[in-house]
């Protein structure tokens, strides 16, 4: 049932393009795991061994105290509509900081230097590990489309209310660890 690839493949490629979402796992010693949620159309495959995605803001900012202090990330897809697949991408990430050059060239880049309202980051992983399972026990859904709460969120704060947002939520992790944020 479960396989393991050193890269994405075509059928791997194939199959994160039809995904609505996807998950991201992160933790450093002595942190609490945190596992979220993330819509496909900010997320970019970069090559056979890297992806990232552009991160908007949350209500915390866990991901990248966790990748700042250890590194460690699991990107998963799991299917919800047609056949059933778990697609895991094992690796080290990083933060990739809102105003800077690689930031701005990915953007130009990969998101058509459309940056929405909110956007906070790139996340960036390197992975060798391309981890497939069966998913039979992931339930059978429909995709009735995309939210569009964080946007009507993000317009109502505006960017100064999001700056202080970022200073009030995203500086540091649930369990004190400091995300770079703004560095």
Not at 71 to 90: K, S
Not at 131 to 151: A, F, I, N, Q, W
Not at 152 to 169: F, I
């Amino acid at each position: 049932m479960a396989k393991d690839f050193p890269a994405l493949s075509a059928h791997h490629r194939d199959f994160i393009s039809r995904q609505h979402f996807f998950f991201t796992a992160s933790a450093a010693v002595g942190t609490r795991i945190n596992i979220s949620p993330r819509s496909t159309d900010m997320f970019r495959v970069m090559g056979d061994n890297a992806a990232c995605y552009l991160d908007r803001t949350g209500s915390g900012n866990e991901t990248a105290a966790h990748l700042k202090a250890d590194g460690r990330m699991t990107i998963m897809f799991c299917a919800v509509e047609g056949p059933p697949l778990i697609l895991r991408l094992y690796g080290r990430g990083r933060i990739i900081g809102r105003g800077g050059d690689e930031y701005a060239r990915l953007l130009h880049e990969q998101f058509a230097d459309t940056e929405p309202l909110g956007a906070r980051q790139i996340t960036w992983l390197d992975f060798d590990l391309v981890k497939t399972s069966c998913g039979y026990g992931v339930p059978l859904m429909s995709y009735e489309g995309e939210r569009d709460t964080m946007d009507r969120w993000a317009e109502a704060k505006g960017q100064d209310g999001l700056e202080a947002y970022w200073q009030e939520k995203n500086m540091l992790s649930m369990d004190g660890l400091p995300t770079g944020f703004g560095e």
